[in-house]
């Protein structure tokens, strides 16, 4: 089965300051990758996914971005944290063939201050 | 978009108390999984079921497609089945993303 790493597990952040929080895959190849976010005390929305190297969507418009520079590792960045950035983010990832059950990593506690 | 609605929102049980969850959904769906959200945020995969009934221990769950609901039954609950339990739904056309229900949020006390 997959596994999936995210670092880092936690991250206190001044506004304006840049992200960069990474998530890796191992057990599949050519999986899809996802990235939620969480805010507290609610349910997860989608912000971005890939079916490959390269290949990024954007569910949302928002401050931040994907890329995807290898197979199995899925890179979410900004270039200026807002405080509405804060939240929990989840890397999740399928099998390549796009069907089929989605497993997550243990996601990294944002707070923006 | 697909709707995904759960209930009850919250619940709280006795420990060794029996529970339904119910999950319905808008549209047909060719992706169905249950999650428990544990303390620390981790999202553990509890069931992917689509259609028809799994079980699993103490948890068992059955989707009807076709009425659009799905049901995750939690027996003899323990103090460690706290937490929050999403459903989550795939719509069977275009790209698979899961759309998420707003969680049932769980205490099972001693």
């Known amino acids: 089965s997959q596994t999936i790493h995210q670092w880092p597990a936690t991250l206190v952040q001044p506004v304006g300051s840049p992200l960069s929080l990474e998530c890796t895959v191992e057990g599949t190849s050519n999986p899809n990758l996802y990235w939620y976010r969480q805010a507290a005390g609610r349910g997860l929305q989608l912000l971005f996914y890939?079916?490959?190297?390269?290949?990024i969507s954007s569910e949302v418009p928002q401050n931040l971005s994907a890329s995807r520079p290898q197979d199995r590792q899925f890179i979410l960045s900004s270039k200026k944290l807002l405080l509405s950035d804060s939240g929990f983010y989840l890397c999740a990832s399928t099998s390549g063939t796009g069907v089929g059950e989605q497993f997550f990593g243990p996601g990294t506690r944002l707070t923006v201050l | 978009g697909i709707q995904v609605e759960q209930s009850p929102p919250d619940l709280i049980l006795q420990e060794g108390a029996n529970s339904t969850l119910r999950c319905n959904f808008s549209?047909?769906?060719?992706?169905l999984q249950w999650f428990h959200q544990n303390p620390w945020g981790q999202l553990i995969n509890l069931f992917y079921i689509p259609s028809g009934t799994k079980q699993n221990g103490r948890l068992s769950a059955t989707t009807v497609a076709t009425e659009r609901y799905s049901l995750l039954y939690i027996s003899s609950s323990q103090t460690t089945d706290s937490g929050v339990y999403f459903c989550?739904?795939?719509?069977?056309?275009?790209?698979?993303?899961?759309?998420f229900g707003t969680g049932t949020r769980l205490l099972v006390s001693p």
């Open positions: 549209d047909s769906v060719n992706n």
């Open positions: 890939s079916v490959g190297i390269g290949q």
């Open positions: 989550a739904v795939a719509s069977n056309t275009g790209f698979q993303k899961l759309v």
